[in-house]
């Protein structure tokens, strides 16, 4: 039976234990140009030096008004390729993996003026109206996830995720609260996102893995349940989706709609549902905190790899000291042994 120091293999992806590093925004580079800086540098390769099987590295936009933020990551341009081709190599001589997460925040996009979305609807009353997107500019989106994402095998990282979640724009298309479009991308509301991931696809190696974030349930009055999820996933796993990040939620505080109090592991039978009814892998995620909460959720089978995000935030050696709680395999850094003598 896998425990969480476990090795995973997927594809021609290896990881050396089923401990996740999700996608958690820096909105730290100072220059508003997009390239990672030392910041980044440091907090991403602290957490390889930690133990960290996979590292996912935060939301990375496609478009320049694509960022929650004009202090986020992007990866736009050739020019963004060099910075994350060191970041890449660097985490890399820590044995850890590293993938990173494409998405466009849509309507959510704070300093854009304004931002698109597929209809207008702002996301609140302190958020612009968003201007919708034609159908053409719906079409260049979708290279663009497909540029960025060839950007990203340039760079060397070993996997590329796919941002279906939290009300960005992804989400935003195969939601019905947030899509009133009558043309094909209105119509069928899976489409734009199905396109993405066959756009990403054409230009991944085969043995890459695509991963995408989903929110399997929504948390605002006529939201969508995990069986509407699951049928618009069905249609991202035939695009070309090999493993689900199960999250939920962004279209409403946690809390609200009917939806669940935030408490540690609430997301993990929706990843588990996915898992069950899809037949895919799935990363489980949601105030794991908690090493044995971490552990459990591997043990159970209910998901395949664990996300741990605030706690890794708090503690950049989470797997190191995980393991050693758990009586698990994990090899402390050379220089640190010291620290870690009874």
């Not at 390769?45 to 590292?55: E, H, K, W």
């Not at 037949?279 to 089978?301: H, K, R």
């Not at 741990?308 to 850094?333: C, F, N, S, T």
């Amino acid at each position: 039976m896998a425990d969480l120091f476990t090795p995973y293999n997927f594809k021609n992806l290896t990881l050396r234990n089923r401990i996740v590093m999700p996608p958690m925004c820096q909105y730290s580079v100072k220059s508003e140009d997009g390239i990672p800086n030392e910041w980044h540098y440091v907090h991403y390769v602290s957490r390889a030096v930690g133990g960290t099987g996979l590292i996912i590295v935060e939301m990375t936009a496609v478009h320049p008004e694509g960022r929650i933020t004009n202090q986020d990551t992007g990866i736009w341009g050739d020019e963004h390729i060099p910075a994350y081709r060191r970041l890449v190599d660097a985490v890399h001589s820590y044995g850890t993996k590293i993938g990173i997460q494409l998405g466009h925040a849509g309507r959510k996009a704070q300093d854009a003026d304004p931002p698109v979305a597929p209809s207008a609807i702002p996301f609140n009353d302190s958020f612009r109206m968003p201007r919708v997107l034609s159908t053409q500019e719906i079409e260049q989106l979708i290279e663009a996830h497909k540029q960025a994402a060839r950007r990203a095998v340039e760079a060397g990282f070993d996997t590329v995720e796919i941002h279906g979640a939290h009300g960005y724009l992804i989400h935003q298309f195969h939601s019905p609260l947030t899509n009133k479009r009558e043309d094909a991308y209105g119509q069928d509301l899976a489409l734009f996102g199905e396109r993405v991931v066959r756009a990403v696809k054409e230009v991944v190696p085969e043995g890459m893995p695509i991963l995408m974030r989903v929110s399997a349930q929504e948390y605002v009055d006529g939201g969508y349940d995990v069986e509407y999820c699951l049928e618009i996933c069905k249609r991202y796993r035939d695009a070309g989706v090999d493993i689900f990040h199960v999250s939920s939620g962004g279209e409403g505080p946690i809390g609200s709609g009917g939806g669940p109090k935030a408490e540690p592991g609430y997301q993990v039978e929706l990843a588990a549902e996915i898992k069950r009814q899809l037949e895919v892998p799935v990363i489980a995620v949601g105030l794991l905190d908690e090493y044995q909460d971490a552990q459990d959720v591997i043990l159970s089978g209910k998901a395949d790899l664990v996300a741990i995000g605030r706690a890794m935030l708090r503690d950049p050696y989470w797997a190191i000291h995980a393991a050693k709680a758990l009586d698990g395999e994990q090899k402390v850094p050379k220089p640190y042994e010291r620290g870690y003598r009874s």
